[in-house]
């Protein structure tokens, strides 16, 4: 029996390349079984701090098209995914981008 690719650890990846920025971190990360009748899957929220101005525009822009993202996450597709932005206002506090998807094995 072969082992899936892990999907969640993939995603994690995946946005950090998306951001590609060496200020930004993943703060937090779960991912949760889901499945339907017909799917097999998971729903993953990664919560990535943002060291610098350049990773809030870096994260802005991927608000901008997160919707239409390409994401490599071999044997898994993304079939829904959100982002929002935290602005911090207090000092030493990052800014916190937080993604939500829910992915399901390929056929």
């Known amino acids: 029996m072969s082992r899936q690719p892990d999907a969640h650890r993939a995603l994690c990846r995946s946005v950090l390349a998306q951001l590609d920025c060496q200020a930004a971190a993943i703060r ?10 017909t799917f097999t899957g998971a729903r993953h929220h990664v919560a990535i701090a943002l060291g610098d101005g350049g990773a809030v525009a870096r994260a802005r822009a991927l608000l901008a098209h997160a919707r239409s993202i390409e994401f490599s996450l071999p044997g898994h597709i993304v079939a829904d995914v959100s982002a929002r932005l935290d602005m911090q206002t207090a000092p030493d506090t990052p800014t916190l981008l937080h993604i939500e998807a829910l992915t ?3 056929a």
Request: aromatic content about 8%; charged content about 10%; proline content about 8%.
């Open 104 to 106: 399901v094995e390929a």
């Open 28 to 37: 937090q990360s779960t991912s949760h079984p889901w499945c339907s009748v």
